[in-house]
């Protein structure tokens, strides 16, 4: 059993900065692929970053260069540094790692952009 908890979200004006951390207990953390997905109102959910266990990462278009995904294999955590947000960025951020074929999600974490 994985539990995930968020934290970090906010409101922020359009072209700051937000950092986002997930917290992580069970599992094998260091060898899970971690990742932050996020759900606007009226869309669907959509893969924002991603690391694996090796640290190789991957980004939704939208926001490479904007975000940094990074993890810390020591304390079970990987966080997500959001630099030149974008009111398009607001949205629910969810952390969610897989572990023996098995989805876990955090419960997420607001973080609304104004113009």
Same mark, same amino acid.
């Given at each position: 059993q994985v539990h995930l908890v968020e934290s970090g979200g906010g409101l922020v004006q359009a072209g700051g900065s937000l950092r986002l951390s997930c917290a992580a207990s $069970? $599992?094998? *953390?260091?060898?899970?692929?971690? =990742?932050w997905y996020r759900q606007a109102p009226g869309k669907q959910r959509e893969m924002v970053a991603t690391i694996t266990g090796g640290g190789i990462t991957n980004y939704l278009d939208s926001v490479k =260069?904007? *975000?940094?995904?990074?993890r810390?294999?020591?304390r079970s955590t990987a966080s997500l540094q959001m630099n030149s947000l974008k009111p398009?960025?607001?949205?629910i @951020? @969810?952390?969610h790692t897989r572990s023996w074929s098995l989805? @876990?999600?955090?419960? $997420?974490t607001q973080v609304t952009v104004s113009s």
């Amino acid at each position: 059993q994985v539990h995930l908890v968020e934290s970090g979200g906010g409101l922020v004006q359009a072209g700051g900065s937000l950092r986002l951390s997930c917290a992580a207990s $069970g $599992g094998i *953390f260091s060898i899970n692929t971690m =990742g932050w997905y996020r759900q606007a109102p009226g869309k669907q959910r959509e893969m924002v970053a991603t690391i694996t266990g090796g640290g190789i990462t991957n980004y939704l278009d939208s926001v490479k =260069g904007r *975000f940094t995904i990074s993890r810390d294999n020591a304390r079970s955590t990987a966080s997500l540094q959001m630099n030149s947000l974008k009111p398009e960025d607001t949205a629910i @951020y @969810y952390c969610h790692t897989r572990s023996w074929s098995l989805d @876990y999600w955090g419960q $997420g974490t607001q973080v609304t952009v104004s113009s």
